[in-house]
């Protein structure tokens, strides 16, 4: 008989409140002879105001033993800004090697979109996870004086490059239109944008039919305002990935329905599923929060651990909820109900 | 009486249609005892293949002896990606120390954007223009192997980021709303973050009248395309302005419209105003190309060199030729007409 045994961080805001409803899709869809196991951590500002840990060795551990991490979202005005992203999010991107950070971007059917004439959106990107100026690598001298120097240095390598972009080259091969484009800034970045290009361009040769393109960030966040419907799949960096799937979810139907995957494809870590929006403190604890974002993430660890048929009912129960739900404003509880029902029927 | 020593650098592709029509509409607009005298170069793709030179030391001596430059574009797909870029562009923001990257975004009324509902755009974002990740502060080991190794370097300084912000603040306060908006990643690049954070507010201290207020890059996308009319000014670094900035460009119109100064406030050096578009080689030479980017850019020049009234008059005439310009399709050269003749009427 077949299990899944889940670690579940509800984290802080509304996080608490989205992930509660990602669970009981979760159980609705799930074959009955799937036994599903989760272990709550406490994870997030409240841990860290008691404790001031963010993640210890011990969690690390814990963690590990499980075959995915379902999160609904980390951080607290209260918490100095980046001590829980780097001391909690980036940590775990970081030693469970979650290298590819996929992010679907879908303008489903009755869905608003700040761009006019409802154009066609259906992309992934394909962000890298664990390098580029997210390292960490940077320091500062003369700290607080008129004379410091700050630097961050973005770190990149043919190994953690080219996983990745076989990675999209796969997953663009596998979608119908096949097509994948490289998204860097390598008429400026040029160490790290050669880098890029040329294994890109290396592994290309490996996906004949797969049709390749490369824009500069800059350019990049232009079409996807005036043409998205030109995006398959893209590949890019971690933090040119950061930008521009947040103006992805923007332009296709807003952060209340992104979903994200921080996946680690060996299998040799579990992978972690999370909405892309954050805790959303201003309406925590309200009901208020659109819980299709983690419940799509539930998707995505679905068809992650290999439950396919599961995966696509979720969303097409998301797409034709958003289809039929017309003006009535539901609580974060009423969308969960009417998703669970959906995708049990 | 009063002269206007200009270095002209029509450049490759669209730049000479252009930037043809900016000098008209340059001479249109001046008074009659404004002594006007051009110099032409052929910085750009030709000169380089020609002679292997970007731009030589001769040539930045005989930059400097101007009071002002205009460029249309630099770039070529003939020349490798980056060459001109970072031998011509760069090198000149780097040398004339052009750390203010002036960019304002304005929607005006009859041009088409891309966000539905025709919001208000009115901001303008005051970028970095010496520092950060465009430093060209990187390398590679390995280079070519599977063990490459490419690292880029972002460097930030007190006295770079203090400059340009304080040049921000002023600017925010000499607006009606008075509004400043930091954005970085100040939760990843922490090193950065935290001087452009701490500058930022040390700064605002002085300027009491000013509203601050701080965004993700990633965050600020979003806001860009959901709700524009929430920026007043924007001051960013290097990197996440040139992103935002072409974004906000998309949303305010298209690049057919956007302007930019590459400016040093202190005058040591002569700044330099161009379109923030390129070379378009697709549409080049075919009189397709809309010079209200130049023109408008020469208006930033003229406020610079301290002509507001005939910089107001250009900016007046653009928006009146816009609102009345209707479906017909016009040359460039038609453009340029009717606007000279507005700002000479
Ligand atoms: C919270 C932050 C560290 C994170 C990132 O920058 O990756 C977030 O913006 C995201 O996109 O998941
Ligand atoms: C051409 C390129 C080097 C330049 C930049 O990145 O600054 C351009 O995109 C711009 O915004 O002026």
Redesign the interface.
């Known amino acids: 008989s077949r299990s899944i045994n889940l670690a579940v961080i509800p984290g802080d805001g509304i996080g608490q409140e989205v992930v509660a409803q990602g669970l009981k899709v979760l159980r609705a869809v799930l074959p009955q002879d799937v036994k599903l196991e989760t272990r709550e951590f406490d994870f997030g500002a409240r841990r860290y105001h008691a404790t001031g840990e963010t993640l210890t060795d011990a969690d690390v551990e814990a963690l590990k033993q499980h075959d995915a991490i379902l999160l609904g979202a980390i951080g607290d005005p209260s918490v100095p800004?980046?001590v829980l992203?780097?001391g909690f999010l980036?940590k775990l991107r970081f030693l469970f090697d979650h290298y590819v950070n996929l992010r679907p971007s879908r303008l489903l059917p009755g869905v608003a979109?700040?761009?006019?004439?409802q154009p066609e959106i259906d992309f992934i990107v394909v962000r890298e996870g664990t390098e580029g100026?997210?390292t960490?690598n940077?320091?500062?001298i003369?700290?607080?004086?008129?004379?410091?120097?700050?630097?961050?240095?973005?770190?990149?390598?043919?190994?953690g490059v080219?996983r990745v972009v076989r990675d999209a080259f796969a997953r663009a091969q596998a979608r119908p239109r096949k097509k994948l484009t490289l998204v860097h800034?390598?008429?400026?970045?040029?160490?790290?944008?050669?880098?890029w290009t040329?294994i890109f361009n290396k592994v290309a040769k490996e996906f004949p039919d797969v049709t390749t393109d490369y824009l500069h960030?800059?350019?990049a966040?232009?079409f996807?305002?005036?043409d998205p419907a030109r995006f398959d799949v893209i590949v890019t960096d971690n933090?040119f990935g950061?930008?521009?799937?947040?103006?992805a979810?923007?332009?296709s139907g807003?952060?209340g329905v992104a979903a994200s995957g921080n996946i680690n494809p060996s299998g040799a870590f579990p992978s972690m599923f999370e909405p892309v929006h954050g805790s959303a403190p201003d309406i925590a604890g309200q009901g208020k929060a659109d819980p299709s974002a983690t419940i799509l993430s539930v998707a995505l660890l679905l068809r992650h651990l290999g439950y396919d048929a599961e995966a696509a009912r979720i969303e097409a129960a998301v797409s034709e909820d958003l289809a039929a739900r017309g003006d009535s404003v539901r609580t974060t509880d009423e969308i969960g109900d009417a998703l669970a029902v959906r995708v049990a029927g």
Do not use: C, M, Q, W
């Open positions: 800004s980046g992203e780097r980036l979109t700040p761009l006019a004439g100026p997210y960490g940077g320091g500062s003369r700290t607080g004086t008129p004379h410091e120097v700050a630097t961050e240095v973005s770190v990149n390598t043919a190994f080219e800034k390598n008429n400026v970045l040029a160490y790290a944008g050669h880098l040329n960030v800059d350019a966040t232009i996807l305002v005036t933090l950061d930008i521009i799937t947040d103006l979810a923007a332009v807003g952060i």
